[in-house]
DNA sequence: CGCCCTGTTGACCGCTCTCAAGCGGCGTGG
DNA sequence: CCACGCCGCTTGAGAGCGGTCAACAGGGCG
């Protein structure tokens, strides 16, 4: 996290996308016990190995949580949104890499400090837990797509999960934050699958792709039925695409 | 979760493999805010829709967290062990199906007791955030391990991580509570490809099978090199298999 | 203008899935 | 006590999906 911490208080005001943690946050320490800090793309948050001193609340931006292997696999855990947190890990060390997808920033709250404030700030603790336990249930439903899925119900899945992510009601059509080996990292695929899984879905009729990184879903119903092949509940209100 | 609640507090403190949280747990309140509830192979605790009115620890024996889609894919998140708490959703109603693997019990703890107790004792708010991020952590690894390995890796990568668990230090043989469908449904694998791959492992002389549900580890070194190929962090204190 | 980076497309291969048969242990009932 | 059937597991043959390797296209930028 070797990053120049930018002080910019008020992005914390003058984002639109802020949620109840976000909130309570920066109405609680924006000042006092928050560090804001914004990245460029690319940029790391933390490291894998990094002590883990600081949690952190995204406020504007994307961010991912990756894991790369000894021989060059990697894999994406997460794409966190505002109001998601991350870092909340309970070894000392982080085993993960926290960057930014696109420009972002996050409050850096010292583990300390965020563990103090949860058993003296109900509200706060609430939103702490509410915000981890639906982590953990985001993640069943990515090991779930990962581990039985075929290609085009991934990426289905992750196409319909983005749309459901905007805010209010399902969006039409999708701006990717990420490039194809993000997704690919995230869904288990290589890049070419994902690239020919656009295509196949494309010439299908599904989606229209004016840019590489714009996405028009045009079918909807079809869609929706490729992406919950794999799942029987209705789609739970996702925070992250994670 | 239709099942006969026979108190049993006696083997919480019989049980030898109690750690910190279940300590907390038993040692606090084994009386008055949780039940203890056994259950026989295959019962279920809850079931996925079921109102998410108890968070649970387990005391004794292994279950598993299970997801089964419309079409039949199955799924299973994680292994528990003792010590382990489950159920923790963020939702009123549960995502995952939990069910006993071996004959097993459990602490409920309902979860508005659950959830107040964190406010009021640090110690337990503590146990409960390391065990919930700890699981989130397993998540990672388990994720990486079915997005990106072979079967191979990842069949070794279980029987690693299985040793591991065992009290005190690395076990040269594991016995398997789960029968080969668990295991496959963890993995991501078919039932065929698991078998075909035990055998494969017996073959090369990493392992024996005495029995099915018994396993040797003759060549604990080849055995890491595999399940290690697609990590890099040496593998980490892990309490439960998930 | 040319390089680089990202994404797309093609050909081929191999791992895992699918479908199917066979095997062994165990419990039950004759 | 043995025969039978059930269930969990193993093994085999074949097919398909996605991975691998490689070439190419397009856009941005120096």
């Known amino acids: 996290m070797n990053v120049a911490v930018r002080p910019r208080v008020q ?26 800090v914004s990245y460029a793309p690319g940029q790391e948050v933390v ?19 990756v894991k790369v292997t ?31 997808v696109s420009a972002g920033t996050v409050a850096a709250l010292s583990r300390q400090a965020c563990r103090a404030r949860m058993l003296r700030d109900p509200q706060f603790n609430n939103s702490v837990f509410d915000n981890i336990t639906r982590a953990l249930s985001r993640a069943v439903d990515h090991m779930t797509m990962v581990g ?26 999708v701006e990717l934050a990420m490039q194809r080996q993000d997704i690919a990292d995230y869904l288990g695929l290589t890049i070419e699958t994902v690239s020919r899984t656009f295509t196949h ?24 039925r490729l992406a919950a092949a794999d799942r029987d509940a209705p789609i739970r209100a996702a925070r992250a695409v994670g």
């Open 11 to 36: 992005a914390l005001h003058a984002a639109g996308e802020l949620l109840n943690l976000a909130d309570v946050t920066t109405s609680c320490f924006p000042y006092s016990e928050a560090v804001i």
């Open 201 to 224: 879905l494309k010439v299908q009729g599904l989606v229209a792709l004016p840019t590489t990184r714009r996405v028009e879903i045009l079918r909807p119903d079809l869609l929706e």
């Open 148 to 173: 039985r899925s075929s290609a085009e119900e991934r990426l289905a899945w992750f196409l319909w999960m983005l749309s459901g992510r905007a805010r209010g009601r399902r969006a039409a059509s």
């Open 70 to 100: 000894r021989d060059g696999r990697r894999q994406i855990f997460a794409f966190y949104m505002p109001g998601d947190m991350c870092g909340l890990e309970p070894d000392d060390a982080h085993g993960l890499t926290i960057e930014a």
């Open 47 to 65: 490291g894998e190995g990094d002590p883990t001193d600081n949690y952190f609340l995204v406020v504007r931006g994307v961010f991912r949580a």
